[in-house]
């Protein structure tokens, strides 16, 4: 069972939509233990990355999250679930995220406008699992004012660029994370999701 985390935050249902379409049996839950029993983990969320990691922190999830992470199990983050993954964000100031990644999240850079909010191209740095099918370059929707900036460069698949180069797609072993949304990304999104829970089959 794919388990999407639902910790307050919106735009679930278009997540759950997408991955029920590819015929994946999937769940939404707020409970430690479904996480637990997950066979793969999809983070979605909007907003902040300091709300996401006081809800996260509010319903237990916290060590869920870094226990299956820690245990193998395939774990997609989106758009903030990617961000809490940094050792902190500078969102609102300072605020410690969870950890998994060396790094940290900062804002966009002066004269872009932002949010950063559309379509654009990801450019892919290392072949993966999870462009298979998917052109170089291929546009994926963005909403996002903030960006992640791994300590390890090579965790960085896929790139994007809007004022800087960032990191649009992460991934290490069993762990991938976006800053697009794949369920606002049309085919390509779609694939991107099937190519990751290919990884869990």
């Not at 759950?16 to 983070?43: C, E, F, H, M």
């Not at 907003?47 to 237990?60: H, I, P, R, Y």
């Not at 932002?114 to 740095?125: C, E």
Request: net charge neutral; aromatic share 8%; proline share 6%.
């Amino acid at each position: 069972m794919v388990v999407i985390v639902d910790y307050g935050a919106g735009n679930l249902r278009s997540v759950v939509n997408a991955i029920a379409r590819l015929g994946y049996p999937v769940t939404v839950s707020s409970q430690p233990d479904a996480v637990l029993g997950a066979k793969a983990v999809v983070l979605p969320g909007v907003g902040a990355a300091g709300d996401t990691m006081a809800s996260l922190a509010a319903l237990g999830l916290i060590g869920p999250i870094r226990q299956v992470i820690a245990a193998g199990k395939p774990f997609l983050g989106v758009c903030i679930g990617l961000q809490v993954l940094f050792a902190g964000t500078e969102e609102g100031g300072w605020r410690e995220c969870l950890g998994i990644v060396g790094g940290r999240v900062r804002r966009l850079p002066n004269g872009q406008k932002v949010p950063h909010m559309g379509w654009n191209q990801v450019k892919q740095k290392v072949k993966h699992p999870v462009f298979e099918g998917i052109p170089d370059e291929a546009n994926f929707y963005f909403v996002h004012s903030y960006y992640a900036e791994p300590e390890d460069r090579s965790l960085v698949i896929g790139e994007t660029d809007y004022g800087l180069p960032f990191c649009s797609v992460l991934a290490r072993n069993n762990l991938v994370a976006t800053q697009f949304h794949p369920e606002k990304s049309g085919e390509h999104g779609l694939r991107f999701y099937d190519n990751f829970l290919r990884l869990a089959s």
